[in-house]
């Protein structure tokens, strides 16, 4: 159980200013969309460099056929560790194609079954069994859930079991707090402008594992 910082809108400057202080306290980092776009290879490269042996994550969010999503996941597989991608594509030349070009290039897959945002009520939820079953055909390593709704990790860690990893946006801004998602069954809260945005990202990434251990230990979860 841990914590994945979510590098989104930041500058290569300000993302290696905050990696070299907090590197050693996260178990992740998750680098967003925005980021990819504005900066190039070698920027991706300075990063990993300052925080190795860590589970770099492309948040690529990739929804569409399965080649495109493939095409797409070679640009940048040599710089991640794993990617993310939505489940609602379906399988069939879709999910099928990502998920073994993931397997032949050894990429973990993380799988969103549902948001964090409040529109993800709108749709997403509606369709959440169907999501949670092509997960569970996929088989990716990981999935989505947020943190915003303990009860969806709850439905979904208990329904999919132990071995996959649940990784859970939505601490901070978006109203969850640090270890709500932990106690619910997530492996890792992803956390982003609660770090990002601070004045102190090393004293807030701190609080938030403190945050963390004290609301296991409510929900009788020991921490690593």
């Given at each position: 159980?841990?914590?994945?910082?979510?590098?989104?809108?930041?500058?290569?400057?300000k993302a290696l200013e905050i990696l070299n202080d907090v590197c050693d306290y996260v178990d992740g980092i998750k680098i967003g969309i925005p980021f990819l776009i504005r900066n190039s290879s070698s920027d991706l490269k300075s990063l990993k460099t300052s925080c190795t042996k860590k589970l770099?994550?492309?948040?690529?969010?990739?929804?569409?056929?399965?080649y495109i999503m493939v095409r797409t996941t070679d640009l940048i597989a040599g710089f991640f560790d794993a990617i993310i991608a939505h489940s609602f594509?379906?399988?069939?030349?879709?999910?099928?194609?990502?998920?073994r070009y993931c397997d032949e290039n050894g990429l973990k897959l993380v799988l969103v079954a549902t948001m964090s945002h409040e529109g993800a009520k709108e749709l997403y939820d509606f369709a959440l069994i169907r999501m949670r079953d092509i997960v569970k055909q996929v088989n990716p390593w990981g999935l989505v859930a947020p943190a915003t709704r303990p009860e969806v990790i709850y439905f979904l860690r208990r329904t999919l079991g132990s071995k996959i990893k649940i990784l859970s946006p939505g601490i901070g801004p978006q109203g969850a707090l640090p270890g709500e998602a932990l106690c619910a069954g997530s492996n890792y809260e992803i956390v982003g402008r609660l770090i990002t945005?601070?004045?102190?990202p090393l004293k807030a990434v701190q609080e938030i594992i403190s945050a963390q251990k004290r609301k296991?230990?409510?929900c009788g979860i020991n921490m690593r």
């Open positions: 159980m841990g914590l994945i910082l979510a590098i989104d809108d930041l500058s290569v400057k770099w994550i492309a948040d690529l969010k990739l929804a569409d056929i399965g594509v379906g399988i069939k030349n879709g999910l099928d194609e990502l998920a945005r601070s004045n102190s296991l230990r409510e």
